[in-house]
């Protein structure tokens, strides 16, 4: 086997084993989620829990992804892009150590330390990517498979607790260390198959590698709005996924795991047609506008049909999470897109903008879990929404990175 051969093989397993390890995030926190109702009363009997506290496992999870994404790049620049992941993949294994404290806020605090492992997992594919794959296509098609990692895990659990419901949630400890013990595979899978790299080298030999730090991404009006703009996305990608669920099942007609399965199952479908479009050399923007308007609005419409027509809600559900992927592995590859990036610079872009990203929606799930418990349900859902679309006003301001290509002038014939 050739060095070049052996070289991108060492790259695309690596990639693989960070793949597995975010998508199995994915399946820890989803199944965490839809086990609510069980790990509060295992931890607080019959007493009624306030949303606000019933929730406080996901705020956890999303607090500690704000932090980590900050201090991602600076453990990658201290540690290697061995040592680092490795890193990650240890605080990951914190939801195996969770299940068996002995109190809610103790589970709560290693969830958390979970949730820092995830978030480093994500920063950390941005650097393999840029290392590894040169090809513009290539790129795009690894960053797009990315993207749907989370709801590949997040599919997963969701087929699991829509057909085998009771046998999942009939000993919530027992089904969280099996999806949890998989974190420990991938943490030695890792250890087999990493190696270190230079985090300074561009991917592209003709760009012009230039220095980039926290003060330079703060100063980039770019990162700002492309980072707002996600938060918008994140509130409704992460509570259709993960925290409407139980809501769902309280103040709706509708089958929340059914809900979940819907959205995440359209939305590997939608990876692979956003991959398609992407590829095309398409500009960007159109796309994502077009497709954040399908997926919000078709997401408005499941919840406006929820006591109504459940049939009408799935198939909006459907659609919502179909939009949602379309526009998802384009979205992310935007800064890929971007001149002189090198996997320090994309580390560092990256770590802010998962931090600015998750502490905005943060925030909204905040307000929203308030309204649901102060003012009802149909305020919390107008709250929602209205979070949701700043997707839309900040994607608006996005720059375009695939400019519309003009044709040139036919020469006229005499």
């Given at each position: 086997?050739?060095?070049?051969?052996?070289?991108?093989?060492?790259?695309?397993?690596?990639?693989?084993?960070?793949?597995?390890?975010?998508?199995?995030?994915?399946?820890?926190?989803?199944?965490?989620?839809?086990?609510?109702?069980?790990?509060?009363?295992?931890?607080?009997?019959?007493?009624?829990?306030?949303?606000?506290?019933?929730?406080?496992?996901?705020?956890?999870?999303?607090?500690?992804?704000?932090?980590?994404?900050?201090?991602?790049?600076?453990?990658?620049?201290?540690?290697?892009p061995k040592k680092a992941p490795m890193l990650a993949l240890l605080f990951l294994m914190m939801s195996i150590v969770a299940i068996y404290l002995p109190n809610?806020?103790?589970?709560?605090?290693?969830?958390?330390?979970?949730?820092?492992?995830?978030?480093?997992?994500?920063?950390?594919?941005?650097?393999?990517?840029?290392?590894?794959?040169?090809?513009p296509t290539e790129k795009l098609r690894i960053n797009a498979l990315n993207t749907v990692s989370y709801n590949v895990g997040a599919f997963v659990v969701s087929?699991?607790?829509?057909?085998?419901?009771?046998?999942?949630?009939?000993?919530?400890?027992?089904?969280?260390?099996?999806?949890?013990?998989?974190?420990?595979?991938?943490?030695?899978?890792?250890?087999?198959?990493?190696?270190?790299?230079?985090?300074?080298?561009?991917?592209?030999?003709?760009e012009v590698v230039t220095a980039y730090g926290y003060r330079d991404a703060i100063k980039d009006g770019f990162l700002w709005k492309y980072a707002l703009a996600?938060?918008?996305?994140?509130?409704?990608?992460?509570?259709?996924?993960?925290?409407?669920?139980?809501?769902?099942?309280?103040?709706?007609?509708?089958?929340?795991?059914?809900?979940?399965?819907?959205?995440?199952?359209?939305?590997?479908?939608?990876?692979?047609?956003?991959?398609?479009?992407?590829?095309?050399?398409?500009?960007?923007?159109?796309?994502?506008?077009?497709?954040?308007?399908?997926?919000?609005?078709?997401?408005?419409?499941?919840?406006?049909?929820?006591?109504?027509?459940?049939?009408?809600?799935?198939?909006?559900?459907?659609?919502?999470?179909?939009?949602?992927?379309?526009?998802?592995?384009?979205?992310?590859?935007?800064?890929?897109?971007?001149?002189?990036?090198?996997?320090?610079?994309?580390?560092?872009?990256?770590?802010?903008?998962?931090?600015?990203?998750?502490?905005?929606?943060?925030?909204?799930?905040?307000?929203?879990?308030?309204?649901?418990?102060?003012?009802?349900?149909?305020?919390?859902?107008?709250?929602?929404?209205?979070?949701?679309?700043?997707?839309?006003?900040?994607?608006?301001?996005?720059?375009?990175?695939?400019?519309?290509?003009?044709?040139?002038?036919?020469?006229?014939?005499?």
């Open positions: 086997m050739s060095t070049q051969a052996s070289h991108a093989r060492k790259g695309y397993l690596m990639m693989a084993v960070l793949w597995f390890a975010y998508a199995t995030f994915a399946m820890n926190w989803v199944a965490g989620s839809s086990l609510t109702p069980q790990i509060t009363a295992h931890f607080f009997g019959d007493r009624t829990v306030d949303p606000l506290i019933s929730q406080l496992v996901n705020y956890s999870i999303t607090t500690a992804r704000v932090f980590a994404n900050i201090l991602a790049a600076l453990i990658l620049m201290k540690l290697g809610y806020w103790a589970y709560t605090a290693a969830r958390m330390v979970m949730g820092l492992g995830g978030s480093m997992v994500i920063v950390y594919m941005n650097p393999v990517v840029t290392r590894y794959i040169s090809n087929l699991l607790f829509t057909f085998f419901a009771t046998q999942f949630t009939n000993n919530w400890q027992l089904t969280l260390t099996i999806f949890a013990a998989l974190t420990a595979v991938l943490f030695l899978a890792w250890l087999m198959f990493s190696e270190e790299f230079d985090l300074n080298t561009a991917s592209d030999q003709n996600f938060g918008g996305f994140l509130t409704l990608y992460i509570l259709s996924l993960v925290g409407l669920k139980p809501v769902f099942d309280t103040y709706t007609e509708l089958n929340g795991s059914l809900v979940n399965l819907l959205v995440s199952g359209a939305g590997i479908i939608g990876t692979f047609v956003g991959l398609k479009i992407g590829s095309r050399g398409t500009p960007r923007k159109p796309i994502l506008l077009t497709s954040g308007l399908i997926m919000i609005g078709s997401f408005i419409v499941t919840v406006a049909f929820g006591n109504i027509s459940p049939l009408v809600s799935y198939i909006f559900a459907f659609i919502s999470g179909f939009a949602m992927y379309i526009q998802y592995p384009i979205f992310m590859n935007l800064a890929h897109e971007m001149k002189g990036m090198t996997p320090q610079k994309i580390t560092v872009l990256f770590g802010l903008f998962w931090a600015i990203a998750y502490a905005t929606q943060t925030i909204f799930t905040i307000i929203w879990s308030y309204a649901l418990g102060h003012m009802g349900y149909t305020v919390s859902m107008v709250v929602f929404f209205v979070s949701c679309s700043t997707y839309l006003l900040f994607s608006f301001f996005l720059p375009e990175t695939k400019p519309k290509q003009t044709q040139p002038a036919s020469k006229k014939t005499a």
